[in-house]
């Protein structure tokens, strides 16, 4: 069975910066994307960022320049390194692993931004 936790989360002040961690466990396929996506209250679920196991990547618009997506195949972990905050970006991120047509998703940690 395949898990992922995620760590990382919290509060921060606008204009600072946060990590998130996913660690996926079990048996899968080496290609893949893994990634965050996100929801803020009363809002659809949204892509973050993600990136495939080759190094391909894909940003939202409205984190491009501030988030970093990255990857350690080794460890089965997907990262994201958040910049340059802001009270926008507040959500539940969940990370994601997709498996062909397959997704596999975290619990979710909260990202609070303060103004």
């Known amino acids: 069975q395949v898990q992922l936790v995620e760590s990382g989360g919290g509060l921060v002040q606008a204009g600072g910066s946060l990590r998130l961690s996913c660690a996926a466990s079990?048996?899968?396929?080496?290609?893949?994307?893994m990634g965050w996506y996100r929801q803020a209250p009363g809002k659809q679920r949204e892509l973050v960022a993600d990136?495939?196991?080759?190094?391909?990547?894909n940003y939202a618009d409205s984190v491009k320049g501030r988030f970093t997506v990255s990857r350690d195949n080794a460890k089965k972990t997907v990262y994201l390194q958040m910049n340059r905050l802001k009270p926008d970006d507040t959500a539940v991120y969940y990370c994601?692993?997709?498996?062909?047509?397959?997704?596999?998703w975290g619990q979710g940690t909260q990202v609070t931004v303060s103004s």
């Open positions: 079990g048996t899968f396929f080496s290609s893949n994307t």
């Open positions: 994601n692993l997709k498996l062909g047509i397959r997704n596999v």
């Open positions: 990136m495939s196991t080759g190094g391909m990547t």
